[in-house]
């Protein structure tokens, strides 16, 4: 199994607070991506880093940034939480010449 | 647009039986297309990895087939267990940066004892 460790994995927030998910990989893959992943929706990209402090936009971005400082820990964080940001957040990284994409195991978050 | 459709939605099969996951895509160019496995409350996991010159990919009793004119593949599932129920998800990547992935939205799989 690839290194991708998610924290927290179970969040319950109330609506207006700041939420910081974390992935930490340790496979030294240069591509890192979160991801949401919502009932009769595939997963949607929100943001992605190509490298320290590397990063782009997905398809659902607003209302999320994030960052990377270090190769291995890239930070999602929604810095006032909507109930529309409830869902399964997943982190996952690419790199390598297979361009073989792994996922971590998830953060529920759910906004009251 | 590039796009990903898996069909069906969900399917309900016994135990032992067989079943074949469809997943049609519009992306180009094309890189390669993976299957993945999404157990209830888990992140998906790689199945099979196909690249444009390849028809078939087994991996033990799931085969991906692969027809790259028409766009599209399929999974097989032969003899199915009760572990075999999951969502599966077609992933394609492609465009013009090959670490772009685009996703189906899964076909949700019962296998019933």
């Known amino acids: 199994d690839a290194g991708i460790t998610q924290s927290p994995r179970h969040k319950v927030t109330e609506t207006g607070t700041p939420v910081t998910l974390r992935c930490h990989q340790t496979e030294n893959h240069r591509y890192m991506y979160w991801y949401r992943q919502d009932p009769g929706h595939g997963l949607r990209l929100i943001h992605y880093?190509?490298?320290?402090?590397?990063?782009d936009k997905g398809e659902v971005s607003d209302g999320y940034s994030v960052s990377r400082s270090k190769t291995e820990d890239f930070l999602l964080t929604l810095e006032s939480a909507t109930s529309s940001q409830t869902s399964v957040y997943f982190c996952?990284?690419?790199?390598?010449?297979?361009?073989?994409?792994?996922f971590g195991e998830g953060s529920r978050l759910t906004v009251l | 647009k590039n796009q990903v459709e898996q069909s069906p939605q969900s399917l309900i099969i016994l135990e032992g039986k067989n079943c074949t996951l469809q997943c049609n895509y519009t992306v180009s160019p094309f890189s390669n297309l993976r299957w993945y496995k999404q157990d209830t409350g888990r992140g998906p996991v790689s199945l099979t990895i196909m690249t444009f010159s390849e028809n078939t990919k087994s991996n033990g009793r799931y085969t991906a087939t692969l027809d790259a004119d028409t766009k599209q593949s399929s999974l097989h599932i032969t003899a199915s267990q009760l572990s075999d129920s999951a969502s599966y998800i077609c992933v394609v990547s492609g465009g013009y940066n090959f670490n772009k992935f685009y996703f189906g939205s899964g076909t949700k799989l019962n296998v019933k004892p």
């Open positions: 996952a990284i690419s790199g390598g010449g297979t361009g073989e994409l792994f």
């Open positions: 880093s190509y490298g320290v402090k590397d990063t």
